[in-house]
């Protein structure tokens, strides 16, 4: 059973920072790509990172520049380092991976923006 569980979520003021985890288990976490995907209220979730199995990186538009994603296979733990954020980053982030063909969610965690 694949499960994933993000913390570090918080209140921030608007240009400071949070980093994010999300540990994985049950499966061989190196092997996988992992993203960071975010739901603001009142909009569709969108993919904000993702890392693959070969330590590639892709962002969304809106985040890169700001935004840093890393793993540590060692921890089986995806990270996302978020600086100068904006009242726009404000949503629930979660981590997801594609295992043998169905998708996993972590629960997610709040990240508010705000002075």
């Known amino acids: 059973q694949v499960q994933l569980t993000e913390v570090g979520g918080g209140l921030v003021q608007p240009g400071g920072s949070l980093r994010l985890s999300c540990a994985a288990s049950?499966?061989?976490?190196?092997?996988?790509?992992m993203n960071w995907y975010r739901q603001a209220p009142g909009k569709e979730r969108e993919l904000v990172a993702t890392?693959?199995?070969?330590?590639?990186?892709n962002y969304a538009e809106s985040v890169k520049g700001r935004f840093t994603i890393s793993r540590d296979n060692a921890k089986n733990t995806v990270y996302l380092q978020m600086n100068s954020l904006r009242p726009e980053d404000t949503g629930v982030y979660y981590c997801?991976?594609?295992?043998?063909?169905?998708?996993?969610w972590g629960q997610g965690t709040q990240v508010t923006v705000s002075s």
């Open positions: 997801n991976v594609r295992y043998r063909g169905s998708l996993y």
């Open positions: 049950g499966l061989s976490f190196s092997l996988y790509d």
């Open positions: 890392i693959t199995s070969f330590r590639n990186t």
